[in-house]
């Protein structure tokens, strides 16, 4: 397994749109099990591959409290079948975007289809920090991000913050 550079904005790749997986097979294995040593390492609690500059549909997530044990989650491929109509808000933050939190107005229910680690079909229903997870990182592998959400503003103001750091390191 090897840590991946985890790409920020203004970074251009990150507004691509990603494209299908025909094979769960063990190369794709191998991006997912690097996708999670990263996302591990950062810290977060999500990843889409266009992240780490690879523009197929999958993300990685762990939704565990630290005092649990780790719960892996791979998603390959996945679609929104439903979304609720009730929505809620919800503090989100991106390692696209670090060190910037806003908050985004989402479905409060999703119900998902998805390929697992194993590339067998899984059928879900999504609620609480997983649909808001799940529909940040869904975004991502259309080439959305969370400050897309925002006012023009507020997602220059988060962009020219991340610029700075970047400059500043
Ligand atoms: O960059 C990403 O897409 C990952 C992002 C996922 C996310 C967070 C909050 C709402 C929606 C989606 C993150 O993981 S940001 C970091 C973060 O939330 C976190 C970091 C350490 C501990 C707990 C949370
Ligand atoms: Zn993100």
Same mark, same amino acid.
């Given at each position: 397994?090897?840590?991946?550079? &985890?790409?920020?904005?203004?970074?251009? @790749?990150?507004?691509?749109?990603?494209?299908?997986?025909?094979?769960?097979?063990?190369?794709?294995?191998?991006?997912?099990?690097?996708?999670?040593?990263?996302?591990?390492?950062?810290?977060?609690?999500?990843?889409?591959? &266009?992240?780490?500059? %690879?523009?197929?549909?999958?993300?990685?997530?762990?939704?565990?409290?630290?005092?649990?044990?780790?719960?892996?989650?791979?998603?390959?491929? $996945?679609? &929104?079948?439903?979304?609720?109509?009730?929505?809620?808000?919800?503090?989100?933050?991106?390692?696209?975007? $670090?060190?910037?939190?806003?908050? @985004?107005?989402?479905?409060?229910?999703?119900?998902?289809?998805?390929?697992?680690?194993?590339?067998?079909? %899984?059928?879900?229903?999504?609620?609480?920090?997983?649909?808001?997870?799940?529909?940040?990182?869904?975004?991502?592998?259309?080439? @959305?991000?969370?400050?897309?959400?925002?006012?023009?503003?507020?997602?220059?103001?988060?962009?020219?913050? %991340?610029?700075?750091?970047?400059?500043?390191?």
């Amino acid at each position: 397994m090897a840590l991946r550079e &985890i790409l920020t904005v203004p970074n251009p @790749v990150l507004k691509q749109a990603s494209k299908p997986v025909e094979t769960v097979d063990d190369e794709l294995r191998a991006l997912m099990d690097d996708m999670l040593e990263t996302m591990y390492a950062a810290p977060g609690i999500g990843l889409a591959a &266009i992240q780490v500059g %690879v523009p197929k549909r999958v993300i990685v997530m762990d939704l565990a409290r630290p005092e649990e044990d780790k719960q892996p989650r791979y998603f390959v491929n $996945p679609e &929104i079948l439903w979304r609720s109509d009730d929505t809620a808000p919800y503090e989100e933050g991106c390692l696209s975007v $670090p060190e910037y939190y806003d908050e @985004v107005e989402r479905p409060a229910r999703v119900k998902l289809r998805y390929l697992n680690y194993q590339g067998e079909q %899984v059928e879900e229903d999504a609620e609480g920090l997983f649909a808001v997870c799940i529909q940040h990182e869904m975004d991502h592998l259309d080439g @959305v991000l969370f400050i897309d959400h925002l006012s023009r503003l507020k997602r220059e103001q988060a962009i020219k913050k %991340v610029k700075k750091q970047a400059k500043a390191a």
